[in-house]
């Protein structure tokens, strides 16, 4: 089984290490990853963008599943190029995984980086009178719910681990998820 690593790692200082592990890591579990910083583009060329892009989306293409790290990125949710990659995959009827780092509900994230307060009706709103998405899920609801169709539930840690950008236990947790797929030992 090959799988498309998806994430917000490729922005960190030590991305590609953070992708050797990941590969390894699908490697001991008897999985193909897939990285996406193992495409080769010169990001000094004048089309460095859509290279990357066609470049993961070939990648995509290739891969029997995904797994997204939907931990926040930039705000309360998930990177937005990570949800383009899932949703992708789904709409392709590929094994969808995910998992954060970050187990708090998504009210519970907005409201550490907006003002958040109850309407009439008793929604909560931000400062712009905006509804915030309340249904006591991780994230978005249309992620959730692909996951739920499309694979395997959310996976998070019952406590937010000191580093959400390199603890990969949940990572792990999705590829022996992939690996029981491939193998067939469960439904």
């Not at 963008?49 to 930039?74: C, H, Q, V, W, Y």
């Not at 187990?103 to 409201?111: G, K, L, M, N, S």
């Not at 937010?160 to 950008?165: H, N, T």
Request: glycine content about 10%; overall charge negative.
């Amino acid at each position: 089984m090959k799988i498309y690593l998806a994430g917000p790692d490729v922005f960190l200082p030590d991305a590609i290490e953070i992708g050797r592990r990941k590969v390894a890591i699908c490697d001991r579990h008897g999985v193909s990853g897939l990285y996406p910083l193992d495409n080769t583009v010169d990001l000094a060329a004048a089309d460095a963008s859509l290279a990357i892009f066609k470049g993961n989306e070939a990648m995509m293409d290739a891969a029997d599943a995904i797994i997204a790290n939907l931990t926040p990125f930039r705000g309360p949710s998930a990177d937005t190029g990570t949800v383009y990659e899932l949703g992708y995959m789904a709409g392709r009827g590929r094994l969808c995984l995910a998992y954060s780092n970050d187990p708090a509900i998504y009210a519970e994230r907005v409201a550490r980086s907006f003002a958040v307060t109850k309407a009439g009706g008793g929604n909560l709103i931000d400062d712009d009178g905006l509804t915030v998405e309340n249904f006591g899920l991780p994230d978005n609801l249309m992620m959730i719910h692909t996951l739920d169709l499309h694979g395997a539930r959310l996976v998070t840690p019952r406590q937010r681990p000191a580093d959400i950008w390199r603890d990969l236990t949940s990572f792990e947790a999705c590829v022996a998820l992939a690996a029981d797929r491939a193998t067939g030992k469960s439904d």
